[in-house]
């Protein structure tokens, strides 16, 4: 189990928000429209109701989409669904960063071929 997710869930047991990293792997910090004790109370409340496990959480850092589905499985004291987003779901990878820039290149060069037309 990452060390992270164990942070989390010592934070969930003891009823205390965990650390700064965590808060962000977990999208309690970034969620849209919830503030960070809705969605570390949302996280507790199904993890003490078992509506999801431990290894599901772990498997879930850093995942919006997982934890927002994790969250979401039953009612939650909030009344409302949520979504959550982490600091990681926007980011992307070398690869991926250089494919973008690749094509916004030929984006570029075709417009420019476009204009001198």
Same mark, same amino acid.
């Given at each position: 189990m990452?060390?992270?997710?164990?942070?989390?869930?010592?934070?969930i047991y003891?009823?205390?928000?965990?650390?700064?990293?965590?808060?962000?792997?977990? !999208?309690?910090v970034n969620s849209i429209n919830n503030d960070p004790v809705s969605v570390f109370g949302a996280l507790q409340w199904g993890l003490k109701r078992e509506m999801?496990?431990?290894?599901?959480?772990?498997?879930?850092?850093g995942n919006g989409v997982a934890l927002t589905e994790l969250?979401?499985? !039953?009612?939650?004291?909030? !009344?409302?669904?949520m979504v959550i987003i982490t600091m990681w779901d926007n980011m992307t990878t070398p690869e991926e960063d250089e494919?973008?820039?690749?094509q916004e290149e030929l984006r570029l060069y075709a417009e420019?071929?476009?204009?001198e037309k």
């Amino acid at each position: 189990m990452n060390p992270t997710t164990k942070t989390l869930i010592d934070g969930i047991y003891m009823d205390i928000i965990p650390s700064q990293g965590a808060c962000m792997d977990f !999208g309690i910090v970034n969620s849209i429209n919830n503030d960070p004790v809705s969605v570390f109370g949302a996280l507790q409340w199904g993890l003490k109701r078992e509506m999801f496990t431990n290894n599901e959480l772990d498997e879930a850092l850093g995942n919006g989409v997982a934890l927002t589905e994790l969250v979401n499985r !039953g009612a939650n004291p909030y !009344g409302t669904k949520m979504v959550i987003i982490t600091m990681w779901d926007n980011m992307t990878t070398p690869e991926e960063d250089e494919y973008y820039e690749e094509q916004e290149e030929l984006r570029l060069y075709a417009e420019a071929d476009e204009q001198e037309k």
